[in-house]
């Protein structure tokens, strides 16, 4: 039974606090769309996105007005690319990423994600077309993103692929250099990417998934945050407790829009990932968390056990309010996206090295992260090549999203709008890794990958 008390305090997480439903994402199967014919298939794909998704975004705003819950985003994933246009006979899948952005535009929905590959081992030939595609596909789209997953506990790093990213993201950046390299905004590279993502840019179908489903991402850094502040001078296992309790609270509201739009369309229910997003509205950070714990600035000294704290506590209140919690499920720090984020850089409080040690206790990794449009391809390798080691070896979800943004250096700061909001260019070391990036190969999976 919902009692009136519940009621009011959803309402008061809601009007006062920035609590929505960041994203309802539908994933579909574009499976049997195979063909032979790049046209074709390009036609068949975008018949089924509109046909499946035809009242995705109608439903999405019937549910916001009916119950009152602000949903940000109505998003589609689809089956990545490389495995469902493969049978294409073709050496470029830019004519698929145009038609899956003229399928997210005719339907409505804000980002259609899923123009991906899955390389952990090795390459197929599809995976090498895709690859080769990405900047071109990314710069004369808008609402398409990618993701390639090069890295898993099961499978260790493929240096290759980690070699390979570097150079496609420089591609991407200089392809989209009048609009802030935004298209690197669009593109993740991921170790143990997991197929119910529902937050953008790493969203795709998983081959595991059924033909659709709904899954729904929640939000509520803000929510988290005014809980914190009422229990200000109690330890922190008073803390901890406080903040599972409001993740529960957060996580139901999520679960019955996810239930709500499953039931109205028709599609099963998939998850719901209750992961804090931050956006770069005041008051809604999850920096301002942490700080909230004590910290003076974010990126100070305890900011590290602080997070892990925070992701805990998140995972498992959203565990005791749902059988069907997924996706990524913890806390996001991504520079752009976060006022607090943002303002621990400028004031020198947060570095590049910080944040990657942050990312062995947070959901996913280096999120949204402005470099100079100088740093060397091979300096971006490692950096990812970095992050997916603390993804294997630790057996978690991690993932870059960097941009290098031609013609800015440390010290400016580069806009792009929206969610994605504002990023200040940050400092990279300046010692070359090329020799080690030039390697290629591939590194082993760890020792606990033999856990059968």
Same mark, same amino acid.
């Given at each position: 039974?919902i009692?009136?008390?519940?009621i009011?305090?959803t ?7 920035n ?6 994402t ?8 195979a ?9 068949n ?9 035809e ?13 009152? &819950?602000p ?16 049978a294409?006979h073709t ?7 145009e ?18 590959a899955?390389?952990?081992k090795?390459f197929?030939k ?9 900047? @071109? ?31 496609i ?12 390299a ?6 993740v590279v ?16 998983? &081959? ?20 914190i ?11 901890a ?15 019955? &829009?996810?239930?709500e739009?499953?039931?109205?369309l028709n ?12 956006t770069?509205?005041i ?5 301002a968390?942490l @700080? @909230? ?6 990126g ?14 998140v ?8 059988s ?11 520079v ?9 850089v ?5 570095t590049?090295?910080?944040? @990657? ?9 280096l ?7 100088d ?11 970095d ?5 294997v070896i ?6 870059v ?9 440390v ?20 010692f ?15 020792i ?5």
């Amino acid at each position: 039974m919902i009692e009136l008390q519940d009621i009011l305090e959803t309402n008061r997480m809601i009007k006062e606090q920035n609590l929505d439903v960041r994203t309802i994402t539908m994933g579909i199967s574009l499976r049997d769309c195979a063909h032979p014919d790049l046209t074709v298939f390009c036609q068949n794909i975008y018949e089924k996105i509109t046909h499946k998704a035809e009242h995705l975004v109608r439903v999405g705003e019937d549910i916001e007005a009916e119950y009152g &819950v602000p949903i940000i985003n109505k998003r589609i994933s689809v089956t990545p690319i490389a495995i469902a246009a493969e049978a294409c006979h073709t050496d470029s899948y830019v004519a698929v990423a145009e038609a899956l952005d003229r399928a997210a535009k005719t339907v409505g929905v804000n980002f259609i994600g899923g123009f991906s590959a899955l390389v952990q081992k090795g390459f197929t030939k599809g995976d090498l077309v895709l690859l080769a595609s990405i900047p @071109e596909a990314l710069s004369v789209t808008d609402r398409v993103c990618s993701s390639v997953n090069l890295a898993s506990t099961s499978s260790g790093i493929n240096m290759d692929c980690v070699a390979r990213m570097g150079e496609i993201i420089k591609q991407t950046a200089h392809l989209t250099r009048d609009r802030d390299a935004i298209g690197c905004a669009k593109l993740v590279v991921f170790a143990n990417a997991v197929e119910d993502n529902p937050f953008m840019a790493g969203a795709f179908h998983g &081959v595991g998934e059924a033909e659709a489903c709904i899954s729904v991402g929640v939000s509520g850094p803000g929510v988290v945050m005014r809980a914190i502040e009422q229990v200000r001078g109690a330890d922190l296992g008073v803390v901890a407790e406080t903040i599972k309790k409001t993740a529960f609270k957060i996580t139901r509201v999520g679960q019955l &829009v996810a239930q709500e739009a499953s039931r109205r369309l028709n599609v099963p229910f998939g998850i719901v990932d209750l992961s804090l997003a931050p956006t770069p509205a005041i008051g809604d950070s999850v920096a301002a968390i942490l @700080e @909230e714990m004590g910290l003076e600035s974010t990126g100070a000294p305890g900011t590290t056990a602080a997070l892990a704290l925070l992701n805990d506590a998140v995972k498992k209140g959203g565990l005791m309010a749902s059988s069907h919690v997924g996706g990524l499920s913890g806390a996001f720090i991504p520079v752009s996206e976060d006022a607090g984020m943002i303002a621990a850089v400028e004031r020198g409080a947060l570095t590049l090295e910080k944040l @990657e040690a942050m990312t062995c206790v947070c959901s996913v990794g280096l999120d949204m992260i402005a470099v100079p449009g100088d740093t060397s391809a091979a300096t971006i390798s490692a950096i990812i090549a970095d992050e997916a080691a603390i993804g294997v070896i630790n057996n978690k979800t991690t993932a870059v999203r960097i941009i290098p943004v031609p013609g800015k250096t440390v010290g400016d700061s580069v806009v792009f709008g929206g969610l994605l909001g504002h990023a200040p260019v940050m400092a990279v070391n300046r010692f070359a890794p090329d020799v080690f990036i030039a390697r290629g190969g591939r590194i082993p999976a760890p020792i606990r990958s033999l856990t059968n």
